[in-house]
């Protein structure tokens, strides 16, 4: 019993941790946490009714995911990233998403096709309704299901880890009505290439469906913007 109860809490805690990271993610991406950010230890302990261990196991996730600095003795902030660091990013991005395209089977399976169309329904329901927190859920969903057919899970992984990193970033697109369709009409055109078997249009679409977001982030981090 004591080994069972031992379990539990720790399956507990991995919950706890898990929704103090999806609360904060949001709230970065949906621009209610900017870069700089603090995040007070105190104040999230209260918020999310958690032990601070907790907490600390949130933010430990958050800074693997890019997305949280933790200086000692300081405390936890948002990160930051300069225009050059997205620029690197952004570089690494196109990269491996250049190379799942090379790498996706064609011609794609029926039910594999069918699959990711109904993710992409989802993702243009939201968009359609400018409900900015499903278009970004969806829009994970549908990216995290289209790279995992790539066939190699550790690309995969790695291109869901560098997207983690731009979340801070997405909130340029997200609230940008124009920008959030035409991410959503990238997925579409993307689609119809895998659909065709066309695979030099699906490089180029996977690679050029990362610009306007960072283009967003530079635009918007200029002086005087």
């Known amino acids: 019993m004591a080994a069972a109860a031992d379990i539990g809490g720790r399956d507990g805690g991995k919950a706890g941790a898990e929704r103090i ?3 904060l993610v949001e709230d970065i991406v949906l621009g209610r946490l900017f870069a700089h950010a603090r995040l007070v230890e105190d104040d999230l302990i209260e918020r999310f009714a958690e032990k601070r261990h907790i907490v600390r196991q949130g933010l430990g996730e958050l800074e693997q995911m890019g997305l949280v600095a933790r200086v000692p003795n300081r405390g936890a902030t948002v990160r930051a990233y300069s225009p050059a660091e997205v620029e690197q990013i952004y570089g690494v991005r ?8 090379r790498l ?8 594999r096709l069918s699959r990711l169309d109904g993710l992409q329904r989802e993702h243009e329901a939201a968009v359609a309704g400018r409900d900015v927190r499903a278009a970004f859920r969806t829009n994970i969903a549908f990216h995290r299901a289209f790279h995992a057919l790539c066939g190699n899970p550790f690309l995969a992984d790695t291109i869901e880890h560098y997207g983690q990193k731009c979340h801070a970033i997405r909130f340029f697109a997200l609230t940008d009505p124009d920008l959030l369709q035409a ?10 290439a895998v659909a065709s078997g066309d695979r030099a249009a699906l490089v180029r679409l996977s690679t050029e469906h990362l610009r306007p977001c960072k283009e967003a ?3 918007a981090s ?3 913007a």
Do not use: T
């Open 94 to 101: 196109v990269l491996l998403a250049a190379e799942a395209a």
């Open 21 to 23: 990271v999806a609360a």
């Open 183 to 192: 991410g959503s009409d990238d997925h579409r055109a993307m689609l119809r």
């Open 222 to 224: 200029r002086p005087g």
């Open 104 to 111: 996706f089977p064609l011609p794609l399976a029926d039910d």
């Open 217 to 219: 982030f530079l635009r």
